[in-house]
């Protein structure tokens, strides 16, 4: 590898500042196992928030203050990371996600490859099925208008898609899929997850590989995602980067368990 990783976290005015502290908690308690350039982009903050979070820096880590005032979400604050750093391969973590292994990013970088993108977590989980399961807060009609939204724009289950826990990718292949996409809603942000023109699904279409990687060193290709146990399934025993999914997943019981996996990967 010519060059060292840039593992970039995201820290915005949209999550609670402990998980900026989690996050830098768990970055200095399991050793990442190889050298690497670390950068925290802080984004929508105010003035006071964003002095506050500095300073927790302590002066040992770079960081980045996105220059856009309007939130484009990870999506456009990446692209923003990549445009600085075009020749880097890009680790990158959103707001709530931290390590919770040692030599966490020497595994996800032993699989490094050209033409292949390396996430942690992965799912099959389609919105348009799960909007069937109505919840609670949805009339009838605005239940409906779900459903019929995410049939033209989401694929049905199966829909794989990686996560935006933690995944990596070169700056220039980054560049190349986000171009001058916009982002102005949620919903917008949802469908480059996982809709019908995802980035997962534009990299397929490539023909690149889209791996994930668990904390026993092991790679999983897209059918084998369910298998990688890094997310909704069984007791999510090899997941190397923790997020707010993950935990509420393990504080379920059982019957909430299996309903989540469902919805995640089906009954196979």
Known sequence: MKNKILVTYLSSC?????????????????????????????????????????????????????????????W????????????????????????VCKNWLKIIS???????????????????????????????????IKILKYLIFVPQFPNPHIR???????AKNYLEFIQNKKFHNKFESLLIESGKNSFTNYFIKKGFEIVVVN??????????????????FRNQSGFIISDNQIRKYSKL???????NSYKCWGGS
């Open 14 to 74: 949209y999550t609670e500042s402990k998980n900026f502290n989690n996050f830098l908690r768990y970055y200095e308690k399991y050793k990442a196992g190889i050298k690497h350039d670390l950068i925290v982009c802080f984004k929508n903050l105010t003035t006071i928030q964003l002095k506050k979070r500095i300073t927790l820096l302590k002066k040992k880590y770079k960081y980045f203050v996105d220059p856009e005032t309007k939130n484009d979400y990870e």
């Open 215 to 232: 904390n026993k060193n092991k790679i999983f290709y897209k059918d084998e995602w369910k298998s990688s146990q890094t997310f909704s």
């Open 253 to 259: 019981d059982k019957k909430n368990r299996q309903k």
């Open 164 to 170: 935006t826990t933690g995944f990596l990718i070169h």
């Open 76 to 99: 456009g604050s990446l692209k923003r990371i990549c445009e600085k750093y075009k020749n880097k391969y890009i680790f990158f973590l959103n707001d709530y996600s931290y390590p």
């Open 110 to 144: 032993n699989k490094i490859k050209s033409n292949r993108i390396i996430a942690c977590s992965a799912s099959n989980s389609s919105h348009f099925n799960n909007a069937f399961y109505r919840h609670k807060n949805d009339s009838y009609l605005s239940a409906f």
